[in-house]
């Protein structure tokens, strides 16, 4: 029996091309070929004199990050609004964008859609950048003919949820920033200040006063293990946060321990409903079923607490349970929420319902945030002022003692 060699096809690659056309005119353009001779053939068949073609570069650049996807989201849909077909958006977005893996990662979903694969199917063979949430509604939109409209609310939803922890790294950025100065300056001061005081305090000759001696005990203790100190430090640390990440039950004790910190706790609880409701309000406007929607919102949370919450919701409202009584029996969720879920139920306009719960929290957190900034940061100044004023009246004792005695 014959057997046919079948030939490997060449590895495509982008090529960025310059020429000109029929009438003279610069024109300038990208293809996906072979080769550099494909492109040249290819733009030969359609009349362009080329006299360059180079390779895109696609190495290197920045990661891509949730604010880049929100961004290719808008513009997306707002060209797709415009009437632009899809093929075309995809090319003018991935142009636009300065990072290469983003105009790699566009051109790649584009070369996709081009093939006849359907825009979900294309997300999901990057679950890194579109998670099942932005896959489930594309889908929805594309069986229901609203692309355009979806695509809108897609990108209204990550804005608000970005901008959400955007608001929450803010609050918690000044607090974390004097704290790591703070750290820095007492190292500085047990490892070189407190031992130089040291040496000055030796030619007095005569007992120092409690408090120095305290100092002075853990400044010696510092500087003999300090090596031993930051390794526990870094590693307890890595350890730590390696656990939170892998251990779901590390991540249930920090989420719900998170939840009961004091002015913190009710940040992030109120940022969580918020992301919350807006996910699900999201999910239920693009039609998605109840049960359907609920299997994105839980992760969406961003909370353990609230991801098994919605896990016991979506069992009893499969079951047939109201969405209402099913949140209410959790017991994690505000009153107005519940009264919000109840009256949407009952009007037919949940989704509407949700979202208003959604705004209402994002501007509470936004109040809180504000509120926040004002308050830590004369607290913050109140302890660093007395744990570095006790070290620095601690030393100068025994020259206060010393010029009584004078």
Known sequence: MATAAIAKAPKEIIFEWEGKDRNGKVVRGEMRAGGEAVVNASLRRQGILVSKVKKRRTSGGKSIKQKDIAIFTRQLATMMKAGVPLLQSFDIVARGSTNPRMTKLLTDIRSDVETGTSLSSAFRKHPMHFDALYCNLVEAGEAGGIL??????????????????????????????????????????????????????????????????????????????????????GGGLYFFFQSWKRSEKMQMAMDRLLLRVPVFGDLINKSVIARWTRTLSTMFAAGVPLVEALDSVGGASGNAVYAQATEQIQKDVSTGSALTTSMTSTGVFPVMVLQMAAIGEESGSLDHMLAKAAEFYEDEVDEMVKGLSSLMEPFIIVILGTLIGGIVVSMYLPIFKLGQVV
């Open 148 to 233: 355009e409209a979806l695509l809108d609310r897609l990108a209204i939803y990550q804005e608000k949820t970005l901008a959400i922890k955007q608001k929450i790294k803010s609050a918690l950025m000044y607090p974390i920033a004097v704290i790591i100065v703070a750290f820095v300056v007492l190292t500085v001061i047990m490892l070189f200040v407190i031992p130089a005081f040291k040496e000055v305090f030796k030619s007095f000759g005569g007992e120092l006063p409690a408090p120095t001696l305290a100092v002075i005990a853990m400044s010696e203790f510092f500087v003999a293990w300090w090596w031993l100190l930051f390794g526990l430090l």
